[in-house]
């Protein structure tokens, strides 16, 4: 089992531009939640997908967006970058009954 | 709105010290508490989580108690190793399953 993995690892984009992040769940797991993490803070919840659909959403503006796959794999999409988007992506997938968040390892996105 | 906060922010022990780890929420009307370990840059690993009818999970060294009515938790760690050394975060879930998170309680165990 690869568990949830995310790419790419790390990535440098300018104002303005627009980022598309990636996540592979655990296999199994058809619930695939993103946060974003800035340094030295808790990760803060952008949104939740299930069943292709965005079930649950932080307090994020709409130049963050979503999708999620057939296979469950999902897309962070975030348009007209700034400074203040450079953070640590976390991708977490969970399932059914059971809880728990499995975490991937993150993507770094560094905006200059 | 949720808050949570973890208390303390750092932390800086002796290898074989026994630790308690604290988070407080404001609104105890919670589906669940998990904590995570983090280690620098890289993703969260879940270490217990409890739900909101139960007072205490434990995993080997580790004991997770859960106080509703004081909106409190608390993470024991028993004979602390170098290998504890990372940020402990505690997230709660309530009515709105969007989860939150504390900052997190820096700790570093040295030999």
Redesign the interface.
């Known amino acids: 089992d690869a568990g949830v993995t995310q790419s790419p690892t790390h990535l440098i984009k300018t104002r303005g531009q627009q980022v598309t992040l990636r996540c592979s769940p655990k296999s199994g797991h058809d619930t695939v939640s993103w946060y974003q993490q800035a340094l030295g803070q808790g990760p803060q919840f952008i949104f939740q997908y299930y069943e292709e659909e965005e079930r649950q959403r932080g307090n994020f503006p709409d130049r963050f967006s979503g999708h999620q796959f057939p296979n469950y794999s999902s897309e962070l999409n975030v348009n007209a970058l700034l400074l203040g988007d450079s953070a640590l992506y976390l991708c977490a997938s969970s399932s059914g009954p059971d809880q728990t968040q499995y975490f991937g390892p993150g993507t770094r996105l560094t905006v200059l | 709105k949720q808050e949570?906060t973890q208390i303390p922010a750092a932390l800086s022990v002796p290898e074989g010290e026994n630790l308690v780890l604290n988070c407080s929420f404001t609104d105890s009307a919670i589906?669940?508490l998990?904590w995570?370990r983090q280690d620098p840059?890289?993703?969260?690993?879940?270490l217990l989580?409890i739900?909101s009818s139960q007072r205490e999970q434990t995993s080997g060294r580790l004991n997770a108690s859960l106080d509703k009515s004081s909106g409190r938790s608390t993470l024991y760690i028993a004979a602390s190793q170098p290998g504890d050394s990372a940020t402990y975060?505690c997230?709660v879930?309530g009515g709105?399953?969007?989860?939150?998170?504390?900052?997190?309680t820096s700790l570093i165990v040295h030999p």
Do not use: C, D
């Not at chain 2, 709105?96 to 997190?104: K, L, M, Q």
């Open positions: 949570v589906y669940n998990q995570f840059g890289k993703g969260l690993t879940s989580l739900q975060l997230a879930e709105s399953y969007i989860p939150t998170f504390g900052r997190g």
